[in-house]
Nanobody, 115 residues
Framework: QVQLVESGGGLVQPGGSLRLSCEAS????????MGWYRQVPGKQREMVAI???????NYADFVKGRFTISRDNAKNFMYLQMNSLKPEDTAVYYC?????????WGRGTQVTVSS
């Protein structure tokens, strides 16, 4: 089974940067489509960025030009570099892996953007 663990969240000031990491355990990381999602209280989880097994990348409009998603299949890691953070970026960020209609989720890491 694929297990996902996020790290790198924390409290940052507006305009600051954070780098989130997602470490995957298991033998199937290379063939999974991966992504970052975020959720705030009272709202549905939303896609932030997706990177497929073929390295195709899609970003949500609200992060284009600010966030960069990447993956290192040799290390079983996925990353989200977040720059120019805004208060509205505050959320729990989740690592996701998908294959064959099944979804795997990490427990999430809190990102808080505040002065």
């Amino acid at each position: 089974q694929v297990q996902l663990v996020e790290s790198g969240g924390g409290l940052v000031q507006p305009g600051g940067s954070l780098r989130l990491s997602c470490e995957a355990s298991g033998n199937w990381f290379r063939i999974y489509d991966m992504g970052w999602y975020r959720q705030v209280p009272g709202k549905q989880r939303e896609m932030v960025a997706i990177i497929s097994r073929f390295d195709d990348i899609n970003y949500a409009d609200f992060v284009k030009g600010r966030f960069t998603i990447s993956r290192d299949n040799a290390k079983n890691f996925m990353y989200l570099q977040m720059n120019s953070l805004k208060p509205e970026d505050t959320a729990v960020y989740y690592c996701n892996g998908q294959r064959g209609g099944l979804d795997y989720w990490g427990r999430g890491t809190q990102v808080t953007v505040s002065s």
